[in-house]
């Protein structure tokens, strides 16, 4: 069974930062490209900030010069560092990543965690 857990969301008045974080377990072989989306209330959700493997980023623009990804494979983790945070990047955000297991490739989802951007 694998998890892919979120931490780190909160409350931060605007032009604060955050760090948010994900950790995949379970019988793991590998993963593929580790990405986060949001989804503001009534909107689709949407890609944030991706990773692949070997480190290549991709942003959405709306984030571009403020979040910063990273993963660290040994540890399954990614990492979502949210800097001069504005009201509009207030969402849900969610990990999402392609597993592979002994049983085949899965995509899983986190639970999500709140990020609230408010003075």
């Known amino acids: 069974q694998v998890q892919l857990v979120e931490s780190g969301g909160g409350l931060v008045q605007p032009g604060g930062s955050l760090r948010l974080s994900c950790a995949a377990s379970?019988?793991?072989?590998?993963?593929?490209?580790m990405n986060w989306y949001r989804q503001a209330p009534g909107k689709q959700r949407k890609l944030v900030a991706a990773?692949?493997?070997?480190?290549?980023?991709t942003y959405a623009d709306s984030v571009k010069g403020r979040f910063i990804i990273s993963r660290d494979n040994a540890k399954n983790t990614v990492t979502l560092q949210l800097n001069s945070l504005k009201p509009e990047d207030t969402a849900v955000y969610y990990c999402?990543?392609?597993?592979?297991?002994?049983?085949?490739?899965?995509?899983?989802w986190g639970q999500g965690t709140q990020v609230t951007v408010s003075s």
């Open positions: 999402y990543a392609p597993i592979r297991t002994m049983s085949g490739l899965t995509n899983y």
């Open positions: 990773i692949n493997s070997g480190g290549s980023t």
């Open positions: 379970g019988s793991i072989v590998s993963i593929y490209a």
